[in-house]
């Protein structure tokens, strides 16, 4: 098959795949196919958006450990024709994310990157200060350089702001922080 595929290959057109639109995320969120009939809070969309940076498999992976959550509560507590997630079973949902087997989409990433900005990366996860809106002043942690923050954010990992950066995928720095909290090695 190897000579077959060779011409095709040639002709193959490269697309760029990125984060969603904030509304196109919304409506993945909400209205993801006919007759879907769960709701959302507001506080819960935005920490959906938020912690996955409208990722759209991300996003998916998460929005399906949510219902779960909520099928659960309602075998628990007893049915309801339109549930609402609770903010609570958003974060349990994301949670589990990291801890239950979805963790391959942070390994893929994690596989993609140069040993430099894996370090960057986890620096930048362990220097995280809560309420900072996860911006942190990059240049004030130790071991990160320009032109490795520059190729973060090329390849969309971090949003660069004057001199402050963020995680564009809040649970990736999650995943990091867990990931590194007692063992700083990259390996």
């Known amino acids: ?9 040639g002709i193959a057109r490269s697309v760029r795949v990125s984060y969603l ?10 209205d993801p196919w006919d007759g879907f009939r769960l709701q959302y809070t507001e506080e819960s969309i935005q920490r959906l958006l938020l912690a996955t940076g409208r990722q759209p498999m991300l996003l998916q992976l998460a929005c399906s450990a949510v ?8 075998a628990r507590e007893g ?34 990157l140069t040993e430099e900005q894996r370090v960057v990366l986890i620096s930048l996860a362990q220097a995280y200060q809560p309420g900072s809106e996860g911006w942190t002043l990059w240049r004030e942690v130790p071991g990160i350089t ?21 995680f564009r995928v809040e649970l990736l720095r999650r995943w ?4 590194f909290s007692t063992h700083p090695s990259p390996r």
């Open 1 to 9: 098959m190897g000579r077959y595929w060779e011409p095709l290959m």
């Open 21 to 30: 639109e904030e509304d196109a995320a919304r409506r993945l969120i909400t």
């Open 67 to 74: 219902i779960r959550e909520v099928n659960n509560r309602m």
């Open 79 to 112: 049915y309801e024709v339109h549930p609402t997630a609770r903010s609570e079973e958003v974060e349990r949902a994301l949670d589990r994310l990291l801890v239950e087997g979805e963790t391959w989409y942070f390994d893929a990433v994690w596989d993609w």
């Open 146 to 166: 320009e032109d490795a923050v520059r190729a973060l954010e090329e390849r969309e990992v971090l949003e660069v702001d004057d001199g402050r950066c963020r």
């Open 176 to 179: 990091l922080a867990r990931r």
